[in-house]
């Protein structure tokens, strides 16, 4: 008699792509804010980009709790990266404050979108040589990541829904905000990824505590939280210069077979 082998079913797993899935819904958020931006509705345009931005968040991670990272998410990731936290942000500050520069807005919302599209194409370069580096250095960027240029650049329209000053809407802040985040984005300035961070065990309920605080304070103060958080990303960043050049310092002056501990 013939055994009959039975045949395992074909295609992958639906756990797989669930990755694949929030970075589409991330890619569809940037779009309609956009949509949001045409129609004025600035706040919902924000909200629109700070949802992007979580799923983006979340999509990577999922993938490598599933085991389901793929060379094709990761090519689909930095397609909606550019159109969520390249043009998106750009299309909403032109339609609120830079059309008024007329061409040269114009030119300062292409500049950020494609100094992002730069940003990801040489991250994603460096992406096989990561394993070389330090284990120390892999909590730091090089530049400013998207999600957060993009955040960055509508920082001056968060303030100005809490504050509503008209000098936060001029063409003249916000062209200097875009040039600002665009040479960010394609510097060499060492930022924190927030990736790799440990919390000791006595410390846990503090940071608990402290992110409880915060999500209250964005559900009842919205634009106000948003706006120090911003802010208080920027002073980071000559903070994790400064950290990154110590530990380099540490890095060159000691053995090669040894390493320093990571934090």
């Not at 949802?51 to 990731?77: N, Y």
């Not at 530049?143 to 955040?151: D, L, R």
Request: net charge positive; proline share 6%.
């Amino acid at each position: 008699m013939r055994r009959v082998r039975k045949r395992t079913p074909g295609g992958q797993s639906f756990n797989r792509l669930i990755p694949n899935i929030l970075t589409l819904l991330a890619l569809c958020a940037g779009i309609t804010a956009m949509r949001y931006a045409l129609d004025g509705a600035w706040e919902r345009a924000v909200i629109a980009v700070l949802a992007a931005a979580v799923l983006d968040g979340l999509d990577g991670r999922i993938a490598r709790a599933l085991q389901a990272t793929s060379k094709f998410g990761a090519e689909l990731d930095s397609l909606s990266d550019v159109v969520c936290f390249g043009v998106a942000p750009a299309m909403v500050v032109y339609l609120w404050s830079l059309h008024e520069a007329k061409g040269l807005g114009w030119a300062l919302a292409l500049l950020f979108a494609v100094c992002c599209a730069l940003r990801l194409a040489r991250f994603n370069t460096t992406l096989e040589t990561a394993d070389r580096q330090p284990p120390w250095a892999r909590n730091y960027f090089v530049g400013v990541p998207a999600p957060a240029a993009g955040g960055l650049a509508l920082l001056p329209l968060v303030l100005w829904l809490e504050f509503e000053g008209d000098g936060l809407a001029s063409p003249i802040v916000t062209g200097i905000a875009m040039i600002g985040v665009s040479a960010l984005m394609v510097s060499r300035i060492p930022t924190f990824a927030f990736k790799q961070i440990r919390v000791p065990g006595r410390y846990v309920v503090f940071v608990l505590l402290a992110a409880g605080t915060a999500i209250a304070f964005l559900i009842s103060e919205p634009w106000l939280t948003l706006g120090m958080l911003g802010i208080a990303y920027l002073l980071s960043i000559p903070y994790a210069m400064l950290v990154y050049r110590r530990r380099q310092r540490i890095h060159e002056s000691i053995p090669s077979d040894e390493a320093i501990p990571d934090e």
